[in-house]
């Protein structure tokens, strides 16, 4: 510090003579000199000096004035998708999938175990180990009863009882005494010399601080005072405990993990594994783990490398979802076709779904025939069949009460802006132009540049948040907008009154932060990467998606890469444009009114409901009124009426 203050102190010392003998710059003046012709050269200097410095400094950090290469990738994206959203346009995708194993085998992390699992496993050695300690405990005093007397105590004396033998009696005493003495010396534990088995316990089951293997004492108090139930001596639970600051009640908690145990659990487990791992090689495939039940069904849902390629040779490379889709922007409506397909040289399956949103309207149509198999078995009565359907679409719109409180097109117009403004304030970082000279896709849709966004858990996260503020805030000046539709006191001004309330508690970043720390603790991945490809206009031709989803409970990765073209040539000659012009095209049939059904179902109940109520109103004392089974005959022929009614409503 000394040597650095000299330094410092050093260089702020100005010596005329040194400056005089190494000559004036260039960029600076020179007080020294009274030459105005030079002073002014020099002032000029040191202007253009300062300019190309402050220009320099701008470049490095003024990515609005002079973007670098990620900011115009990103740049030149958002124009497309702007563009792109405001034009009507269509799309041909398909999905494919494959599977690889969670762990490459040449990683140094092959053959290790997650977190997450390795504290699961170990937490049910515990429950297992004990759990065994138990049975070995009732197998070593086999032929004991519950006061710990020998069974053959009974036997003998009843046999000496029927004898009237006194002497028989005594002799088979005799020796239940020594088969009991040497029962207690084989299953005697070692203890040391303070009293304390191997695992550190006493005879009592104590360690040495007076605590059971379950951290409690004899009272049944762990070390903080509270029992198994969260309760204290005085009868106050933990959470009702004002005295205690929240963060130790926390650790006071976590300290019953005790960790000394958790480790000598983990490498007792460990060692049980490889043992019988290497016992039952020979004998079974898979080896079952030796953390009892919960291990199993960890080892049951976990894949094997072979399991993983079985995976990709029998399923998922004959397996594609395929989908064909139009979006008019101006009428805010989307009309797609799903298609999940399986094809094989022996076995071709589809399941075709027809989907529709109208956000204008508030309305969406499907074709019911994927789900009429469930609502079948939900409500088989008032289930029609595909013949008796005059469409083979249904229409189901919002009920008038909750459209006209707040339409769908106003939460389609916030959801597409937020979306585009969401992404706006992503850094520019994530995004990149990549080199698309070998790219097969980026030839085939006649691409020029390519720009990938990566979406990892952080930026997915923070994309959620930042969309949910944006529609918030412009839902919120819609509502500002219509003060008579929504006064004050409104069921939904004050919602999004609270919810703004809320959003200013958090950032964005911070739901990124959340599923990062979903993503590390659960067998889940939300890591996406996008490549968005462009002409060289900007305009936008195709899109690749590829996710990743998997973890270390399943043992694998599966990867979905999602091919999306947006050109009209694909879109005609796709084999399920026909379907989509079918359901939703200028001559489709007009879709089943999906409300009108369900107001018809509702009101077939209600007949039902009512009916069974008048019967309970008839007098059944005036004979003239019952039947031979004390049944109202006018009832029954109401009831006859209503069997009519519902055919003639599975007709519809």
Known sequence: MLGSATMVLAGCQSSPTVSQSAGVSGSLIDFNSANTTQNQAQGRAFNASLNAKSE???????????????????????????????TEHVAVAQANYQAVPFIHPDSIDAGSSSLLRTIIETYAYKKAASDDYDSEYDSDYEGYDEYGEYDAVEEAAAEAEEAYDYDAYVDAADEVVVVEEEAYESAAIEYDEYGYDEDGFDQNGYDRDGYDWYGYDEEGYDPDGYDEYGYDRYGDSLEDDCSRDADNSLLSKMSGLQPRK??????????????????????????????????????????TPEQVAASNAYQYQN???????????????????????????????????????????????????????????????????????TSHTVNFGLPESIASQLPSAVIYDAAI??????????????????????DQFAKQVGASKAVKVYFGSQQSGEMIGKVLKYMTQSLQEYVDANPGKYPDGAKLKTALDKLQLYNKGYQSADVGALLQLIEAIAPISFNQINYYYLDSSDRLLAKQQRMNIGGDLMGSTTTVVNQIRYDKASFNK???????????????????????????????????????????????????????????????????????????????
Not at 417 to 438: T, W, Y
Not at 581 to 587: I, L, R, T, V
Not at 590 to 605: C, E, F, L, T, V
């Open 56 to 86: 320099h400094y701008a470049q490095l950090f003024d990515q609005s004035q002079y973007p670098n290469t990620e900011n115009q990738a990103k740049l030149r994206l958002l124009t497309a998708i702007r563009q792109h959203l405001a």
């Open 262 to 303: 958790l480790l000598k659990n983990y490498e007792a487990m460990q060692t049980a594994k490889q043992q019988k791992e290497t016992a039952s090689a020979e004998n079974e495939f898979p080896p079952s783990s030796s953390a009892g039940m919960v291990g199993q069904l960890l080892s049951m849902i976990h894949r």
């Open 319 to 389: 397996l594609t979802f395929n989908s064909v889709s139009q979006y008019k922007p101006q009428q805010k409506q989307l009309q797609s076709v799903y298609s999940y397909d399986y094809v094989t040289p022996t076995i071709s399956s589809s399941v075709q779904i027809p989907l529709a949103f109208d956000f204008a309207n508030s309305s969406i149509t499907v074709d019911p025939s994927a789900i009429m198999p469930i609502v079948a078995l939900a409500n088989p009565d008032n289930t029609p069949l595909p013949a008796q359907m």
């Open 417 to 438: 802006a937020a979306i585009q403004d969401s992404m706006a304030e992503l850094a520019p970082e994530h995004f990149s132009a990549v080199d698309i000279r070998g």
């Open 574 to 652: 796709h084999a399920l444009t026909p379907l989509l012009a079918e359901s939703f095209g200028a001559n489709a049939a007009p879709a089943i009114d999906g409300n009108a059904w369900i107001a018809k179902q509702r009101q077939h109940k209600e007949r039902l409901r009512a009916a069974r109520y008048a019967r309970y109103d008839y007098d059944y004392n005036d004979d003239s009124y019952m039947s031979d089974y004390d049944t109202p005959y006018d009832i029954t022929d109401a009831e006859d009426d209503l069997e009519y009614d519902v055919a003639e409503e599975n007709k519809f």
